[in-house]
């Protein structure tokens, strides 16, 4: 076993992109924490740190550490699929850094102006006050120009190298993923329009192209973790690509029951919304069952048990847990309560951050030249403790929401008295404490991901000598 460094710039691009996502993935989980325990205490940092600004920085750390995960596994599987160091490096490293910085400075100014007017000043510098979007207009546009030098990167190393199924599809996702990004950057005064656009970045950016990046991640992790057949990864890439791009754009469409669109979108996005994770669990059955056919190994288990998670964590958090509420005839009642909130945690957790996981413990596995890397003790308990935690609260969240859907929406016609009476009832505020005692046990899981990350390389340099 030797331990080695990384052949290519860009895997050493790649490790600082997930040294940053881990960290935001870390402040994530601290705000969420905040945030879940205002809504048991809301006297707590009360007129300090207010809980929609706990709640605003928790949701965007979400999103944009697992952006940095994805370009940085992205970064780190393009030299092994096209077989030369990819082009631009200079320029993806500056992007990084732009980047970085004006992450920094966006989240604090969100925690430092918490209040304020909304002028047209406060859009381009402050916040432009759309819920998942609510980046300044400068932040936008600088976001914008990193992910240009992202895709030229990419673009132009898979034109110059070898070309496979995995880099093209790759290629294919990010216009989708730059363009439909657009969609978010202008306003109407319309209030249907705005929240139609709004929509396609929502949901469109994250539940068709993000869908897509991750399938691509997945099908290079099964080849070098399982040594999967690329024919056969390769072939339900294409029927992930086909599916998401169909069903993730008319999946769209059970977002439509509040703007004012045709009746017909309600039933047509209900049930294509449920056909997005389909092809991943597909994939991996398919390889589980090739790699026992011809008697194959693991060389990575602690990422082959994060795929194992994701692709179950997607079927259930994206399709099930979505699927249970996003019908017009339950909707009506869900909508906007816990029930959102629930299948939230548990889709983002199941489709993505497993697959970034497993990623990091991938790069981290070839970047020390470790030939088979065993689960430990910690490992096993990190995904363990993340998976029930996120897992407990989905269940909690869910009760929570029926209660609303049945006593405030239901019995009292979504009326005042009966919000306060749903918000006042045993089950729901049963389910907010458990909300918040499995949010610890997510954090103490992520602890224990990290120290095992921190220490593999010097486990791997022991058992070397």
Same mark, same amino acid.
């Given at each position: ?9 860009s ?19 601290? +705000? ?14 009360f ?18 550490? +697992? ?9 780190? +599987? ?16 500056? @992007? ?21 007017? @909304? ?5 381009w ?37 070898k ?6 599809v790759?290629?294919?996702d ?9 969609a ?15 929509w ?5 950016? =994250? ?5 897509v990046?991750?399938? =691509?991640?997945?099908?290079? @992790? ?20 086909? +599916? ?26 209900a049930?294509?919304s ?8 597909? %994939?991996? =059955? ?26 179950? $964590? ?31 945690h548990l ?6 951050a ?38 407990? %609260?989905?269940?909690a969240?869910?009760?929570? @929401? ?19 009476i ?22 103490? $899981?992520?602890l ?18």
């Amino acid at each position: 076993m030797s331990i080695a460094t990384p052949k290519y710039l860009s895997q050493s691009l790649a490790m600082k992109y997930f040294f940053v996502a881990v960290v935001l993935f870390g402040a994530q989980l601290v +705000m969420g924490l905040i945030a879940a325990y205002q809504f048991v205490n809301p006297e707590f940092l009360f007129n300090v740190f207010n809980f929609s600004t706990a709640r605003m920085v928790h949701i965007n750390a979400l999103v944009v550490w +697992m952006l940095y995960a994805m370009i940085g596994s992205a970064y780190w +599987m393009l030299p092994e699929e096209t077989g030369i160091e990819t082009v631009g490096i200079k320029l993806g490293t500056l @992007g990084f850094y732009i980047l970085t910085l004006a992450v920094t400075i966006v989240v604090g100014v969100y925690i430092l102006v918490q209040v304020g007017p @909304g002028t047209e000043a406060s859009i381009w510098l402050i916040n432009e006050g759309r819920e998942y979007l609510e980046a300044p207009r400068w932040a936008d546009i600088g976001i914008t120009v990193v992910v240009l030098i992202f895709v030229y990167n990419v673009f132009a190393t898979v034109m110059k190298g070898k070309r496979t199924g995995i880099t093209t599809v790759l290629m294919a996702d990010l216009i989708a993923l730059a363009g439909l990004y657009l969609a978010g950057m202008f306003y109407t005064s319309n209030i249907t329009m705005d929240q139609f656009w709004w929509w396609w970045v929502i949901h469109l950016w =994250v539940e068709a192209t993000w869908e897509v990046f991750v399938g =691509v991640l997945i099908a290079y @992790g099964l080849i070098k973790v399982m040594h999967a057949n690329r024919q056969i990864v390769e072939m339900w890439l294409w029927i992930e690509v086909t +599916m998401l791009f169909g069903s993730g754009i008319l999946g769209m469409g059970h977002h439509y029951f509040w703007i004012g669109t045709p009746e017909y979108w309600w039933e047509i996005g209900a049930l294509f919304s449920a056909l997005e994770p389909v092809p991943l669990v597909g %994939m991996l =059955v398919h390889v589980i069952y090739d790699m026992g056919k011809h008697n194959g190994k693991v060389n990575n288990g602690p990422a082959f048990s994060w795929f194992i998670v994701n692709a179950f $964590g997607n079927f259930l958090g994206a399709g099930v847990w979505g699927f249970m509420h996003t019908l017009p005839q339950i909707n009506i009642y869900t909508h906007g309560s816990q029930f959102t909130a629930g299948h939230g945690h548990l889709a983002f957790y199941g489709a993505y951050a497993t697959i970034l996981i497993g990623m990091m413990y991938v790069a981290i596995q070839r970047r020390n030249g470790i030939e088979e890397m065993r689960s430990t003790a910690t490992s096993k308990w990190a995904v363990s403790l993340i998976t029930i935690g996120v897992l407990g %609260m989905t269940v909690a969240l869910t009760l929570s @929401g029926y209660v609303q859907a049945f006593v405030e929406r239901a019995e009292y016609g979504a009326t005042w008295d009966g919000y306060f009476i749903a918000q006042g009832a045993t089950w729901f505020t049963q389910g907010i404490d458990w909300r918040l005692a499995m949010g610890v046990v997510t954090f103490l $899981g992520f602890l224990l991901l990290v120290k095992d990350l921190l220490t593999i390389a010097k486990r791997s340099k022991a058992l070397a000598n």
